[in-house]
């Protein structure tokens, strides 16, 4: 029941800052929670790594994304800008 309160904490203040990562977290740790209530822990132990694996379903957050995409950004800028020489 902790784990379905914590993801529901999570989920509020996903919303509350506008932060989908910690959003869509939070839909995870939900999901683990209810297996958990509802089927026990030898099933929760069972079902614990595609759990834990669908955290790479989760896309990476804007900041993120910002920081490794815009350095690409502006490789491509200079290369196309010293290729039309």
């Known amino acids: 029941m902790a784990l379905i309160i914590f993801g529901i904490v999570l989920l509020l203040l996903g919303t509350l800052a506008t932060e989908y990562f910690t959003m869509r977290f939070a839909l995870?740790?939900?999901?683990?929670?209810?297996?958990?209530?509802?089927?026990?822990?030898?099933?929760?132990?069972?079902?614990?790594?595609p759990?834990?694996?669908?955290?790479?379903?989760l896309p990476l957050p804007y900041i993120l994304m910002d920081r490794i995409t815009f350095p690409m950004e502006l490789l491509?800028?200079?290369?196309?800008?010293?290729s039309t020489i």
């Open 28 to 49: 995870l740790v939900v999901i683990g929670g209810i297996v958990l209530f509802l089927l026990g822990k030898e099933f929760y132990k069972i079902l614990q790594f």
């Open 51 to 57: 759990l834990i694996f669908l955290i790479f379903v």
């Open 76 to 82: 491509a800028a200079k290369v196309a800008a010293n």
